[in-house]
Structure formats: C-alpha cells, structure tokens
C-alpha cells in the first residue's frame, strides 16, 4: 500500500488530502481531507511557523509515504501572490524533507484535466468531481480541500499507472 499526502499551498487556508492505493489497485481510496486555517493577522514568520508544526503534526499522524503539491505559477497581474505562496510551499518541501519523503509537484491545470476532463476547471466543478469520484455525500468545502484531494488522487494514479 502507498499513502500519498496532496497540498494545496496557501497562506490563509492549507488543503489537505490523503489517499490510499492498495497495492495492485488503479483507483485509490480516500482516507482524510481538511484544512490548516492560518491566522492570516499574525506576522509571516507566525504564519509559516504555524503551517509547518500543524502539517507535521498532519504527517507524523498519518504517516504517508510520498507528498503531492500544488506546483506555483504565477499570474503576471498578481506576481506578489506567487511570491507568498513560495513561502508556503517551502515550508511544505521543509517538512517533506524532514520526514525523508519524496516530493512530486502537480500543475493545477493538469490536475484539473485529470480528474475532470478540462485543464480550466472552476473550483465548483473540481469539488463535484471530487465528490463523485470518492463517494462523498457533500461536496468536499472548502474548496482548498477538494483541491488538494484532487493532486493526491491525481498522484496516486499516477503511481498506480506507474506499477502496471
């Protein structure tokens, strides 16, 4: 069995989603999704200190064996924002490598093709998707979080493609 760990980076809200692939299997299970809400007042160091002890926490408890992450790209209207979100995603590659995981970045757009066919996806239709692909009853909310189960299925598969 693998446990893959997929994240979708920010500064305010963290997504998180862990799957399941049994060995042999194509379609993974989900066993957790949530968020890390980040007291988005406190000074950044706080931030980031904040994201890293609660994300350790996160894997120290769910043990996965790989982590899966938002790639970041950056809009040229919002550079800043590329800029923070870097903050974040190094504190995740920190943690990673903390716990001697290995790392694979997933281009949202390619995520989104993945699991719904459109590399453009709203973040409606990527919960919808989400939501029908791992049998929930409610539409997985907020949206960081089916985001972030979407680059663990996502991953997963791959893996699983990977082994035929």
């Not at 979708?8 to 890390?36: C, H, K, M, Q, S």
């Not at 943690?95 to 590399?119: F, M, N």
Request: a negative charge; hydrophobic letters at 40%; charged letters at 20%.
């Amino acid at each position: 069995m693998t446990r893959v760990i997929g994240i979708d980076p920010g500064l305010r809200i963290t997504g998180y989603g862990v799957v399941d692939l049994n060995d042999g299997a194509i379609e993974p299970t989900l066993v957790e999704g949530g968020i890390i809400r980040i007291d988005a007042q406190a000074p950044m160091e706080q931030r980031l200190g904040q994201l890293h002890e609660e994300l350790t926490t996160i894997v120290t408890t769910l043990k996965p064996d790989c982590f899966a992450v938002e790639k970041l790209y950056a809009h040229y209207n919002h550079p800043r924002t590329a800029i923070l979100m870097g903050h974040a995603r190094g504190v995740i590659l920190l943690c990673a490598q903390q716990h001697s995981l290995p790392v694979q970045d997933w281009p949202s757009t390619e995520v989104k093709k993945a699991l719904t066919g459109y590399g453009h996806a709203s973040k409606e239709q990527v919960q919808r998707a989400v939501q029908t692909q791992c049998n929930l009853d409610e539409i997985p909310s907020p949206p960081d979080v089916a985001d972030a189960i979407a680059i663990a299925l996502c991953h997963a598969r791959r893996l699983a493609i990977e082994k035929l």
